[in-house]
Nanobody, 120 residues
């Protein structure tokens, strides 16, 4: 099986920064795209950022210019550096990995989420 685990969330003041991490583990042959999504109370889950295995990135409009996604392929880990945080960035942040497992089957795996709260 494959597990995806996020870390790094917490409480931060407006204008502050946070760095989220997400690691996939288990019977992994290859990881294709990895990404971050978020869901605020009463709202739908939305894209934050994605990164391909080759490093091509894509960002949601609400975070462009304030976040940067990166990955360490050797460690099956993706990072999300968030700067200039705003109260509206408060949400549960989820990591997703598009994983090819040891049986050559491809599936999306999601983490359990990490809470980010931006408040003074």
């Amino acid at each position: 099986q494959v597990q995806v685990v996020e870390s790094g969330g917490g409480l931060v003041q407006p204008g502050g920064s946070l760095r989220l991490s997400c690691t996939a583990s288990g019977r992994i042959f290859r990881i294709n795209a990895m990404g971050w999504y978020r869901q605020a109370p009463g709202k739908e889950r939305e894209l934050v950022a994605t990164i391909s295995s080759g490093g091509t990135t894509n960002y949601g409009d609400s975070v462009k210019g304030r976040v940067a996604i990166s990955r360490d392929n050797a460690k099956n880990t993706v990072f999300l550096q968030m700067n200039s945080l705003k109260p509206e960035d408060t949400a549960v942040y989820y990591c997703r990995g598009n994983v090819v497992n040891h049986l050559w089957a491809t599936s999306d795996y999601w983490g359990q989420g990490t809470q980010v709260t931006v408040s003074s």
